[in-house]
C-alpha cells in the first residue's frame, strides 16, 4: 500500500516509516518539522536502502494534503501532533489547534480524496487514572489532567462519529504506552529539545553527563519499590504493531481499538538501573515530590493486540535501555 504518514520524520514515525519499507510498503512522508529534523529522512534510506517520499508540509494545510492524499494515497497513519504535557497547559490553544485542528483538516483532506483507511496514534493517557490494573480496551476513558491528553480524548472521539457518519472508515486507534528506545542500529532515536519531561530521555542525558542527576518523582507510592510503574514499550516494537493494524483492518470498516504494550510494568528505580547496566555508567538519582497529574501504576492488557492483530512484543527492558545508549552515545547526529 502507498501509505501517507503524517509526523514521520519524528521518533514513532521514524520507526514506523522503517518499517513499512521493510513491510513492502510505499510510506510518502509529511512533516512540517516542528520538532523533527530532515536529515532522519536520510537515516530511514541508509537503514532500509530506500529513502522515503519527503513532503515538508502542515497538516491543517487541507489544500496540500488533498493534493498528497489524491496521489495514489490507499491509508494514512497519522502521528502528527505536539506532545509537551508541560507546554499543552501553558499554550492550550497551541494544542487545540496542532493536534485536534490539525487531525480534522486532514481527516477532511483524506475523506474528499477518497482515502478512508486510518490509523492512530492515542495514549494511555486516555484512561486517566486507572481504577484497575491491567487496563483493557473495554474500561471507559477517564478525564485528562491536562490539555495533551484531552486533544487525544478528543480526538478519539472525533473518529467515532467520523465512522458513524461514513462506515466505510476503517480505523485502527493505537493507545500506547511508554514508548521509548531507538532503532537496534542507533542511527533514528528520540532527540527531545531542551531538558526531558519524560523518564528515559532524561535518564539517558544523565548517563551522557549532560545532566547532573534523575529526580525521581515520588517513592512512596503503592508500588513495590514505592515509585511510579509505567509499561515501556520499544519503539521498534510499536512501529510494528502499526503494520500490523494496517495490514489486519484494511478492508474493515470500524473503528478497532488497541493497547500497544508489553504487558509488564516497571519502576523508575528499575529502569535507572537497567540503564546503569546498558551503559556502564553510575546514573546518580534524588527522590524528590511527586509529579503533579502523575499516576501510581499503569500497565496494559495486550491480549487484544495479540489475538487480533497477531502482535506481540519482541524486546525487554534491557533492549530498550541498550538501544537508546547506542542511539545517544553514537555518532549520528
Ligand atoms: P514527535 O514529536 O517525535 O513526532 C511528531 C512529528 O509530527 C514531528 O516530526 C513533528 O514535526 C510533526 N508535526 C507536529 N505537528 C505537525 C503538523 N501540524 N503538521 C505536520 N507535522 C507535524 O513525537 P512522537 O513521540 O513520535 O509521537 C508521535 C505521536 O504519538 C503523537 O501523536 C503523540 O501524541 C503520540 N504519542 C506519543 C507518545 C510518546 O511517549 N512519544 C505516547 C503516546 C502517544
Ligand atoms: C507522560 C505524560 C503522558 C504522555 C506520556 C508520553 C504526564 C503526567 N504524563 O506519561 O500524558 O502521554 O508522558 O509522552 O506528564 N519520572 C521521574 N523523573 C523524571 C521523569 C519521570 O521520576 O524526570 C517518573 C514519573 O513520575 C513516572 C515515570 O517516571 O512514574 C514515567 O514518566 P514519563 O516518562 O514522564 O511518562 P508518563 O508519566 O507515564
Known sequence: MRVLVSGGVGFIGSHTVVALIEAGHEPVIVDNLSNSDESVVGRI???????????????RDVESMTELAGAGIDACIHFAALKAVGESVADPMKYYDNNVGGTIALL????????????????????????KLPLTE??????????????KIMMEQVLRDLHVANEEWSIPILRYFNPVGAHPSGMIGEDPQGIPNNLMPYVAKVAAGELDHVRVF???????????????????DLAVGHIRALD????????????????????VLELIKAYEE???????????ERRP??????????????????????????DMCAHSWKWVSGAPR
Not at 546498558?278 to 524528590?288: D, F, L, M, Q, T
Not at 500497565?299 to 519482541?314: H, I, M, N, P, R
Open 218 to 236: 515520588g517513592a512512596d507510592y503503592p508500588t513495590p519499590d514505592g515509585t511510579g510503574v509505567r509499561d515501556y514499550i520499544h519503539v521498534v
Open 45 to 59: 534510506g541508509e537503514i532500509t536502502g530506500h529513502v522515503p517520499e519527503f513532503h515538508k508540509a502542515d497538516v
Open 138 to 151: 473495554s474500561m471507559p476513558i477517564g478525564v485528562a489532567t491536562n490539555p495533551y491528553g484531552w486533544t
Open 278 to 288: 546498558a551503559s556502564g555508567r553510575k546514573i546518580p538519582y534524588e527522590i524528590v
Open 293 to 318: 497529574g502523575d499516576v501510581a501504576a499503569s500497565f496494559a492488557d495486550v491480549q487484544k493486540a495479540y489475538s487480533d492483530l497477531g502482535w506481540s512484543t519482541e524486546f525487554g527492558l534491557a
Open 108 to 131: 477532511s483532506a483524506l475523506e474528499s480524496a477518497g482515502v478512508t483507511r486510518l490509523v492512530f496514534s492515542s495514549s494511555a493517557t486516555v484512561y486517566g487514572d486507572p481504577e
Open 248 to 267: 489486519v483492518h484494511s478492508d474493515d470498516p470500524g473503528v478497532h481499538v488497541y493497547n500497544l504494550g508489553t504487558g509488564r510494568g516497571h519502576s
